[in-house]
């Protein structure tokens, strides 16, 4: 079922989990995307049913909202901190761990075809989040309606779109990991929607010699829960589960969603080789990581997947993504499934609730960013 053209990549039709189907057809599509997520974490659907046409108007959005000058742009501006996580983020102002690398004012100084000043961890990229009007602790921060007309409608339009194949992939990964009915209930529970996060993302076109140190990253490799300090992720034989925690963006999830436009970038990482593995755009693919919170669920069944953006070889050209999160309400416990705990296994997560998991991952950061300092 994989592409001739991409034949690393595995690709399901979870199409069973989006329309009318049979329990047989069900399940036939949940063994095949278990047998992938098991490998790698990551994996491309077709079949989700996003209309085209909806994803090309919100592309075309995307790329007005970032063409916009910086001080119209910085009308919605992230606040400093961690919370709530909403806003536009110009390039440099975030990092891995948190907010604050750049000020606004150092933003609004800034050269955009310079970024050697930019230190490893700084992402290269400018940014907007969005998230549910419900969400009290990550409230949305809009533009003002005349800047960009629309904007809000169809950002809100897209998220509650995205979240509809979230919650029928939810459903291929329960019958997946064949959870019982009590659990089953319970992750669908835990997952309401309202924290989600929908990523606007612009990476300009870059000099490739600012990359040097950092092997032409776009966006080092991480996990969806975890980001690694190394640029050179492929001198990694494997990734490791116990693998210590270094650093984080704030860009946990349980699986997350990667829409992307014409331009190549987005790279999985193959534990078997290795190897980085390009996720070429395709028509009506969409590729998938598992976070470390379906890892965590799952007992490590499901490995987060790791994934970085490269800049492609003799590219020059802007990148345009939306990646899409999809999340644990905060004070939900998430613990490893009894059904994903094997004869002679045991749980190899303490049960943790996603608030604290993030914020003990901050402190972690703060560690590593101080130690680094002295
Ligand atoms: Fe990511």
Not at 91 to 97: F, L, V, Y
Not at 154 to 160: C, G, K, M, N, Q
Not at 336 to 346: F, I, K, N, T
């Amino acid at each position: 079922m994989g592409s001739l053209q991409n034949p690393s990549i595995p690709i399901v039709n979870l199409s069973a989990f989006t329309r009318d189907s049979t329990s047989y057809e069900r399940k036939q599509a949940a063994a095949k995307l278990s047998q992938c997520c098991r490998l790698n974490g990551f994996v491309g659907i077709t079949g989700h049913g996003m209309p085209t046409d909806l994803l090309d108007k919100v592309f075309a959005m995307s790329k007005r909202l970032f063409d916009l000058p910086l001080e119209e742009k910085l009308k919605a501006p992230h606040p400093e901190g961690w919370t709530p996580h909403r806003g536009y983020s110009g390039i440099g102002r975030e990092n891995g761990g948190a907010k604050g690398a750049l000020d606004a004012g150092d933003q609004a100084k800034m050269d955009p075809d310079d970024v050697s000043g930019l230190n490893m961890m700084t992402m290269k990229q400018e940014s907007y989040e969005v998230g549910s009007e419900y969400n009290k602790e990550d409230y949305n921060i809009w533009l003002p309606e005349e800047v960009l007309p629309g904007f809000r409608d169809l950002s809100l339009e897209i998220y509650w779109r995205v979240n509809e194949i979230a919650v029928a992939v939810l459903d291929a990964l329960i019958m997946s990991l064949e959870l019982n009915v009590e659990e089953a209930d319970y992750v669908r529970k835990i997952h309401t929607g309202h924290a989600n996060q929908l990523r606007l993302l612009h990476y300009p076109p870059m000099p490739r010699d600012a990359f040097k140190a950092e092997e032409h990253s776009r966006l080092g490799a991480h996990t969806d829960g975890r980001y690694d300090y190394h640029p050179s992720i492929t001198e990694m034989p494997s990734y490791s589960l116990s693998e210590p925690l270094l650093t984080t963006v704030r860009l946990n999830s349980t699986f997350t969603f990667d829409f992307q436009d014409a331009n190549q970038g987005l790279e999985f990482l193959d534990r078997q080789t290795g190897k980085f593995v390009e996720a070429r755009p395709k028509n009506g693919v969409m590729y998938m990581n598992i976070g470390d919170m379906l890892m965590r669920l799952s007992n490590g069944c499901y490995p987060a997947g790791t994934h970085r953006v490269i800049i492609p070889v003799a590219s020059r050209t802007p990148r345009y993504s939306i990646p899409y999160f999809v999340s644990v309400d905060p004070d939900a416990v998430v613990a490893p499934q009894a059904s994903c705990v094997g004869p002679g296994d045991r749980p190899r997560y303490e049960p943790i609730t996603f608030r604290d998991f993030r914020d003990e991952l901050f402190k972690a950061t703060q560690v590593r960013d101080n130690d680094q300092v002295s």
